[in-house]
């Protein structure tokens, strides 16, 4: 059984990382801010633990305008400032600067593709290398760890359930991309 499922398994029903495991991660996000806002909490995890992401996970949301694109691409020196002081997130300067770059980015995927649901869509199948590749040549405090975590917790890449985790057939039910890819 994968190490995830399997930290999660005895713990109780109400525990973060239980709800996280067993009611998000793995499944595909349909609305473009909820998946950005996946793509924040990756980026504000690097270095630090997912416990401490989850625990702060209303906070971000609050601090980021319930993650919308729209308002973060327009997010000025102020309101950077104004996050720097939040002790309510993770108060770094770079993956801050680099959320509002990366919003911007995807305000214009959504203008060529729709939405970034389907650029992300349109870019598959590619291996983990290829996705971080391509993450790298667009956005920003994207490593290989990040792309992997917020492709997996999504449904782009398999591995967020071993087959044995009791919520893998969850995920399966709802045909997340990585498993159209193997299929075609």
């Not at 609305?31 to 996970?57: H, P, V």
């Not at 389907?118 to 040549?137: H, I, M, R, V, Y």
Request: contains cysteine; hydrophobic residues 40%; proline residues 2%.
């Amino acid at each position: 059984m994968g190490t995830y499922c399997r930290y999660v398994l005895d713990l109780p029903a109400e525990n973060h990382h239980k709800i996280y495991h067993d009611q998000r991660y793995g499944f595909p996000v349909d609305s473009d801010n909820e998946l950005f806002g996946r793509l924040i909490l990756e980026i504000n995890q690097a270095g630090l633990s997912w416990n401490t992401i989850l625990l702060k996970e209303n906070n971000f949301r609050k601090a980021f305008d319930d993650f919308s694109i729209e308002k973060i691409a327009q997010y000025d020196e102020r309101k950077i400032a104004q996050l720097m002081q939040n002790s309510g997130i993770i108060r770094n300067n770079l993956k801050i600067r680099g959320v509002i770059h990366n919003a911007q980015f995807v305000q214009s995927v959504q203008q060529e593709f729709g939405s970034f649901k389907n650029w992300l869509d349109a870019q598959g199948p590619l291996s983990l290398k290829e996705w971080t590749k391509l993450f790298k040549c667009h956005f920003k405090f994207t490593g290989g760890m990040i792309i992997e975590e917020f492709l997996m917790s999504s449904g782009y890449l398999k591995g967020a359930h071993s087959r044995n985790c009791i919520i893998f057939d969850d995920v399966i039910a709802t045909d997340p991309k990585w498993l159209t890819y193997e299929k075609n």
